[in-house]
């Protein structure tokens, strides 16, 4: 017997909602379908599929065909393994935008660390400051006085959250970032308009 030939929907096996709402080609399952305009859509859970019913004119295309979602690429690899080169050459190529993670994760805590941390922002420039000598007492009191409010007040300043303390730990030691830190963090790259 020759079997019927299926009229997928308008985004194939992939759910109609997750390209919708979240911009990601999710894979739909046969257990989540529906038919809709004698089309099958298939869904990646059962609560978008009960979404997709109430109101299908929202997910479906209407004059033009529906958009593939937006390019985003994760590189990942070890310290020194290029990553920044390829990314950066990759962005180019295909117009893209390029982040730096550890660039980024230095923005976050900028604004209560006052300076860039780890390993490659050493604070030997800061030591030598120090050993210069200075000629007068007068100078010598005020720069004394100056340096511990200048302590006190880094002190009082880098109170720092949770996620900031996993992300300079992260910075310094190269301690691993808690998955609750990396969702808060790279979720928006990747559900949240601009890609």
Not at 38 to 49: A, G, L, V
Request: charged residues 35%; aromatic residues 8%.
């Amino acid at each position: 017997t020759k079997q019927k030939k299926r009229h997928m929907g308008d985004t194939n096996h992939f759910c109609p909602v997750s390209l919708k709402e979240h911009f990601v080609l999710h894979p739909g399952l046969q257990e989540h379908a529906a038919k809709y305009k004698e089309k099958i859509y298939y869904f990646s859970t059962s609560e978008y599929r009960d979404k997709f019913l109430k109101s299908p004119e929202e997910y479906v295309a209407h004059n033009q065909p529906i958009q593939a979602p937006p390019l985003r690429v994760c590189l990942l690899g070890t310290h020194g393994s290029g990553k920044t080169t390829c990314a950066r050459q990759i962005a180019d190529k295909l117009g893209i935008f390029h982040i730096q993670f550890e660039e980024y994760l230095q923005e976050l805590i900028l604004p209560k660390t006052k300076k860039k941390i780890g390993p490659h922002f050493d604070e030997e420039h800061e030591e030598d400051d120090n050993k210069i000598p200075i000629l007068s007492e007068e100078l010598k009191d005020s720069s004394q006085t100056v340096t511990k409010t200048e302590t006190e007040k880094s002190k009082e300043e880098e109170e720092l959250t949770d996620e900031e303390k996993a992300i300079k730990a992260n910075l310094m030691d190269d301690k691993e970032l808690p998955p609750a830190v990396l969702d808060n963090i790279v979720l928006d790259w990747w559900k949240k308009e601009p890609f």
